[in-house]
């Protein structure tokens, strides 16, 4: 699915198998994203490339829609699952997981595990295809535009406007530091977003999903939160080895691969 050319037009491949009229339409497609399991120890990055929202059509059917990064991983996208835009650079999603065998027990039967991942973009350039996906969102998701508070101040160390700064065709020149940054800045939010979709998903529990949009969102973001990530972002960020990541983590982190 790599051939895959074009930002503004919507593209057929491949069908999904040679009986089946079902196949795969790209709705959008923008370049210069970087994805994170978002995790207040650590935001550990998933995939790096190209972003896709795709319809996942029978005949003339939508049968669903999911995002995906490049061929590396992929997430579905529905009306009572949160997608939330922070700036024009920043946008995290939440997906609710059901206990499974793979879980060792972790999980009670029946709770749901929520996996929330960041997406920065590098989006210098990009307004007009990012306003056409702010409307793909309000079609296909629980969408929402939040705002972040730094109540405790400036960082000393994070420049948080890293991402809008930089061009998709720049990206690659300025990898390291967009990486650094990113993961930086969703470590520092991960305690707001991880508030945010738990209110979300009592809700829904309580059968309440009508009133999933009255929901606050604390963008606030402490100095002691700041000063973390301070110190978070002058470490030398390398590519995660099992032994560097908490066992939860790393479950979460198969747990979202496995939903490709």
């Known amino acids: 699915m790599k051939d895959v050319a074009h930002n503004n037009k919507n593209e057929a491949v491949s069908p999904l198998g040679s009986n089946s009229e079902a196949h795969e339409e790209i709705l959008i497609k923008i370049p210069g994203s970087i994805v994170h399991l978002i995790e207040k120890d650590r ?21 669903a829609v999911f995002a995906r ?37 972790e999980l009670n039967k029946g709770e749901v595990e929520l996996l929330n991942y960041g997406v920065s973009f590098a989006s210098k350039g ?21 705002e972040v508070k730094k109540s405790g101040g400036k960082s000393k160390v994070i420049d948080w406007n890293v991402a809008k700064e930089i061009s998709p065709d720049d990206l690659e020149k300025n990898k390291e530091l967009m ?3 990113s993961a930086a800045y969703w470590t520092v939010l991960a305690p707001n977003v991880e508030d945010y979709s738990s ?13 999933i949009r009255g929901i606050l969102w604390c963008g606030d973001v402490t100095v002691d939160r700041l000063k973390w990530g301070d110190g978070f972002f002058k470490k030398r960020i390398r590519k995660s080895k099992d032994s560097d990541i908490s066992p939860g983590t790393l479950r979460r982190i198969k747990r979202f691969v496995f939903q490709r």
Do not use: M
Not at 129 to 137: A, E, G, H, R, Y
């Open 43 to 63: 935001s550990v990055e998933l995939a790096c490339g190209d972003f896709f929202i795709v319809s996942l059509k029978q005949g003339e059917t939508t049968v």
């Open 69 to 105: 990064v490049d061929d590396d991983i992929r997430w579905p996208l529905a009306r009572d699952e949160a997608a939330v835009k922070l700036d024009e650079s920043h946008y995290f999603f939440t997906l609710r997981v059901p206990e499974n065998e793979s879980d060792g027990g």
């Open 126 to 146: 990009q307004k007009g295809l990012l306003k056409k996906f702010d409307k793909i969102l309000e079609s296909y998701s629980l969408f929402s535009v939040q």
């Open 179 to 181: 990486e650094k940054s």
């Open 199 to 211: 209110c979300i998903a009592r809700t829904i529990a309580a059968g309440s999903g009508q009133l």
